[in-house]
């Protein structure tokens, strides 16, 4: 696995330096408290179980036995926790919340609520589908392992061309707020491929991960010498492992191996990520102009590559 780009980690660390302006966690109380962010996560983990073992608290909360120590007996001087010995093995501690602890707990918790649905609500909602997308994707991806699952590319089984319709219409909906006549389009684009399409010269792919499908795209005729790239999709959870590129790679030897002398595409310029695969697998942009279309103004854009016998 190759070492991360020093710009890479510069914009992780922007994000995180804006990420924890905005939520406050830099203020030196949290939510207008008296209390730390380390201190409200100890909170949260004793709020959601009845006991807990001190050492188990530590392990999940990555904390120093020391300074859990040292937050705990400040807990119990306050009233907010109880702590006893195991009843299973002596050696143990084991420490829950008192009544005036879940009291604590249970405003601090009310507080954030109150302070994340205010800067939600200030976000169209559009917008705010996006961000939520966009936050279920970064915490996928960090759960992930190291070596992520592979993916691989099969042909649509029944089921596949629904869900290549549905996903379309729910991920343009959530992340640019694209509506319903989207959706009408996909309907259209599919159903027109399995009504008439040559298994020869036009071709479909899905690609598998863990046994679900994570991304499609679809190579049909625009006319004898030349194909179309259509339906490029990659699931959230799969983007950044190559997925979109191994789709795009297996159209380009199909089309080519089909006959076909070059290869179009068109798509609209808030399309960032897909627009970078088409640019590293040798697409040119050749046009591009404004419209109205799902509710929204865009700019379409056509890209075109040639295809030689040794693609």
Known sequence: MTA?????IAAVREFNRRYTRVIGVLREGLH????????????????TSETIEVVALRHALD????????????????????????????????????DRG????????????????ALLDARHPAARARLITAMRTIQQILDQPADPPSCTLRAPRSGDYGWV??????????????????????????????????????????????????GSVFCVREDDSTARLRLLLVEPTARGLGVGTSLVEECLRFAAAAGYR?????????????????????????????????????????WRRSLTPAD
């Open 262 to 302: 070059e290869i179009v595409l068109w798509t609209n310029d808030v399309l960032t990520a897909a627009r970078r695969v088409y640019q590293r697998a040798g697409f040119e942009l050749v046009e591009q102009s404004p419209h109205h279309s799902w509710g929204h103004d865009l700019v379409g854009q056509t």
């Open 165 to 214: 319709i549905q996903r379309h219409a729910e991920l343009y909906a959530n992340e640019y707020g694209w509506d319903e006549t989207y959706e009408e389009l996909i309907v259209r684009i599919v159903a027109d491929y399995l009504a008439s399409h040559d298994e020869r010269r036009e071709r479909a792919w899905i690609a598998e991960s863990d046994g679900r499908p994570v």
């Open 32 to 47: 207008d408290s008296r209390y730390s962010l380390t201190e409200a996560r100890i909170l949260f983990e004793l709020a």
């Open 102 to 117: 879940r009291e604590v707990f249970a405003t601090l918790d009310q507080r954030s609520s109150d302070e994340v649905g």
């Open 63 to 98: 904390l120093d036995a020391g300074y859990l120590s040292r937050i705990l007996a400040r807990f119990e001087q306050g009233g907010l926790v109880r702590r006893n010995r195991s009843g299973s093995d002596g050696r143990r501690q084991e420490v829950r919340l008192t």
């Open 4 to 8: 991360a780009a020093p710009a890479d």
